[in-house]
């Protein structure tokens, strides 16, 4: 079971998830209240070891500016959240990172590879709202393999999710925070913990 833990800001959340066994930890480098500054997200990727995936997460920001985040972090994996076309993707394919691209359980073409991606995330109607969803939806598009499952998930309705889906991997950002924005290390923990006894 892939886990990736999103929207982190601080050294101690950075390591708690690391020490904790996630896969994937993402910066947000768009307008969100998790939003980090590129510097920041260069410091804390850092400290990040090279089995943990460490990954730039923008949404609505235009190809040229994304790959400009990109280098100036040294984050090693993309994710393009949202209305991003083939040719977003074509022009990043250079750049030599996991590709990951999240799109609501609606959108077309969704199965894993279909913009290039080497990850499909999927989310809710509103990728990135953190409202749950029925998950059985997506199940339905069988999207392949290689897809994570977004929107509404907390430690307590990981699992319940991940059979209701069928997903191979999870991704949480406001399910592990103990208020906006603020992640709880012990959220932290028990989401990976849940999430790894369910996979």
Not at 60 to 82: C, E, K, M, P, Y
Not at 94 to 113: E, K, N
Request: net charge negative.
């Amino acid at each position: 079971m892939f886990v990736k833990i999103c929207g982190l800001s601080t050294a101690e959340t950075v390591a708690t998830a690391v020490d904790a066994g996630a896969d994937a930890i993402g910066f947000l480098l768009t307008r969100s209240p998790r939003q980090v500054a590129p510097d920041t997200a260069r410091r804390l990727a850092a400290t990040v070891p090279p089995h943990v995936l460490t990954v730039a997460v923008v949404a609505g920001t235009d190809i040229a500016t994304v790959r400009d985040l990109v280098r100036d972090t040294g984050l090693r994996a993309l994710q393009l959240h949202g209305d991003y076309s083939r040719a977003d993707f074509a022009a990043v394919a250079d750049l030599g990172l996991t590709l990951i691209r999240a799109v609501s359980y609606q959108a077309p073409d969704l199965h894993v590879g279909a913009y290039g991606e080497d990850l499909l995330l999927v989310d809710a109607t509103e990728p990135g709202s953190g409202g749950a969803w029925d998950y059985t939806l997506v199940r339905e598009r069988a999207p392949g393999d290689g897809w994570i499952l977004a929107g509404g998930l907390t430690p307590d309705t990981v699992a319940d999710a991940i059979r209701q889906s069928g997903a191979g991997g999870v991704d949480v950002s406001s399910g592990v925070e103990s208020a906006r924005g603020v992640k709880s290390e012990t959220l932290i923990r028990e989401f990976i913990a849940a999430a790894r006894k369910a996979g």
